[in-house]
């Protein structure tokens, strides 16, 4: 929702009316944090939409099926391996971002930072409970903070290395002390990683916690988990109500409930919402985004995903070169990004030369300057390096040849063909990648094992990115980024930032970095697709946030 109150949804209603002219209408979505080619599929069928928006009178009542990209991990704060949209039902953020990536109030009311920068005083909004009944008070809240920061107790403790002390004054104050200015904070707080749960809960049913039992502050609870079948939840009736500025239905949901249907299979989620069986999907595949956007029972909204897709080439196989920078560069060289974003994704995703998609709010050009599509620098690189090509075409170096096994993540179907097609690439170069694709949880443990894979893909997800690449540059079971200094310095000084402009700085300089020093090798950032039956009102997904709210949504049936 724009400063002035203004929703995608109202401005639609606008457009039908023609009290918003088609400038004014690409204008003022651009400043709701919608993209041009996502307004214009969405001004194609405004006319329909908008009419099924004015005329019906809002009705409570039914259920919501939606079509799912993955499958469903354990709905725990602490200790949850992937954010799935289930999250912003059953819990609810401290503090969140609005459509232009501002933090606003949802637990918290407000909070203010002393001029010394090392105190953080938040206040909570009064009258708060869990599912259970149980009160949200400034010391639970403490409780959770404590506890996603203890690095024995919590999945993130990375992201809170600044904090020296989280206490309880009074029971709406939360005081949190630093030790060094940490700007960066709101970043942490606004993830579904740092949502409050009641911990007594979680003690008292450990095992069941995040699978049978959740006991959040959402507008939902959990009724059903059944990995690789369905998630559901439903409307909790004694809902405080939402503090989120932008989310207009501030008390109880209108829909009954949820349901989250995972569809593994990318070539079926188009065909799941055209037949009905569920009302919206999220990522149908690239190929059927255009048919869906000239359907005018379809709404499609579409924007580059905060996410990522890298291939992690382990520093410790030295037999294989990948402590050696140049042979870093020449693996990045060899790939084909904007090749990649035009076969495998029909242009609906982004080239990534930097660790970051261009979308983002602190994106730094100057990551384009490398990893450029060069296969001629690579093999140079290559033979500077020591690398020879030997009779079959693959090189090798002091009787190593340059072969190896890379991980992929069976559990990731939608970039499933990146792997393979940089195989291929690489294969041109005499680089031999050959791709061993591994359920999901065989994929982790492999990777996080005492004895990791000489290289491993994986696409990640994460709205806060720098926080993202923290985790995964210096995360204790991610062993092989190697000694690279001038990553580690961007990590310290956006762990430090005094304000928002060193910030920047320090993202900055962390993009730059990681582009030449290659911790991880950059693929490419896929969009996220949203598309809706238009029976389905007040759905609006942001670029800023994961996943969609859900307390305004209800069905026009």
């Known amino acids: 929702m724009g400063q002035n109150g203004e929703s995608f949804e109202t401005l639609i209603e606008g457009y039908a009316d023609r009290r918003v002219n088609r400038r004014q209408f690409f204008a003022r979505a651009a400043a709701l944090g919608i993209s041009a080619s996502a307004a214009a599929s969405v001004l194609a069928t405004a006319g329909p939409v908008a009419a099924a928006l004015a005329a019906p009178t809002l009705k409570r009542g039914g259920t919501l099926i939606e079509g799912y990209d993955r499958d469903f991990a354990k709905m725990d704060t602490v200790l949850t391996t992937w954010d799935d949209p289930t999250m912003v039902a059953l819990y609810e953020f401290t503090v969140i971002r609005d459509a232009q990536g501002k933090f606003v109030p949802d637990l918290f009311a407000s909070w203010k930072v002393s001029k010394n920068l090392l105190t953080w005083t938040f206040k909570l909004r009064p009258g708060l409970t869990f599912h259970s009944g149980a009160p949200v008070t400034a010391e639970e809240v403490a409780a959770n903070f404590n506890a996603f920061r203890n690095p024995k107790v919590g999945q993130n403790a990375i992201f809170w290395p600044s904090v020296k002390g989280v206490k309880a004054q009074g029971p709406t ?152 920078l140049r042979v870093r560069q020449a693996m990045s060289h060899a790939i084909d990004r904007p090749g990649l974003v035009k076969a495998l994704f029909f242009g609906h995703a982004a080239a990534d030369y930097g660790p970051i998609a261009p979308n983002w709010k602190w994106y730094d050009k100057r990551v384009e ?155 490419v950032t896929r969009n996220d697709v949203y598309a809706f039956n238009k029976k389905v009102m007040g759905y609006q997904p942001l670029q800023s946030m994961l996943y969609p709210l859900y307390n305004d949504v209800w069905i026009n049936a």
Do not use: C
């Not at 090509?389 to 890379?406: C, E, F, I």
């Open 173 to 324: 104050t939360v005081v949190v002390t630093m030790s060094t200015p940490f700007t960066a904070f709101p970043e942490t707080l606004a993830t579904e990683a740092a949502m409050i749960q009641n911990l007594a809960t979680r003690k008292a049913k450990p095992k069941a916690y995040g699978v049978s039992v959740v006991d959040g502050t959402g507008p939902f609870t959990l009724t059903s988990y059944q990995p690789g079948i369905k998630v559901e939840v439903k409307r909790w009736d004694k809902y405080p109500g939402s503090g989120v500025p932008y989310v207009k239905n501030k008390k109880t949901a209108y829909l009954d409930g949820v349901r989250w249907v995972p569809i593994l299979e990318v070539g079926q989620r188009a065909n799941e919402l055209e037949s009905g069986s569920v009302m919206a999907v999220k990522n149908p595949a690239p190929q059927d985004v255009d048919r869906l956007k000239s359907n005018p029972d379809i709404v499609v909204v579409e924007f580059p995903s905060l996410a990522g897709y890298w291939i992690s080439p382990n520093h410790q196989a030295k037999n294989l070169g990948f402590d050696d």
């Open 369 to 523: 300057q490398y990893n450029q599509y060069d296969p001629a620098k690579a093999k140079s690189l290559l033979d500077a390096a020591g690398w020879k090509v030997g009779s079959d075409g693959v090189r090798a170096k002091n009787g190593n040849k340059l072969s190896w096994t890379h991980i992929g993540d069976a559990g990731q179907p939608d970039t499933a063909g990146i792997d393979v097609a940089v195989a291929a690439m690489l294969k041109k170069v005499g680089m031999d990648m050959q791709v061993k694709a591994l359920p999901a949880a065989q994929w982790g443990s492999t990777v996080t094992g005492k004895t990791p894979p000489a290289s491993w893909g994986f696409e990640w997800l994460w709205s806060s990115p720098m926080d993202l690449l923290v985790f995964f540059y210096a995360y204790p079971s991610d062993k092989y980024n190697g000694a690279l200094p001038a990553v580690k310095a961007a990590v310290k000084a956006w762990q430090t930032a005094p304000s928002d402009a060193k910030l920047k700085v320090a993202a900055q300089a962390m993009q730059v970095a990681w582009a030449q020093l290659l911790p991880k090798v950059p693929i």
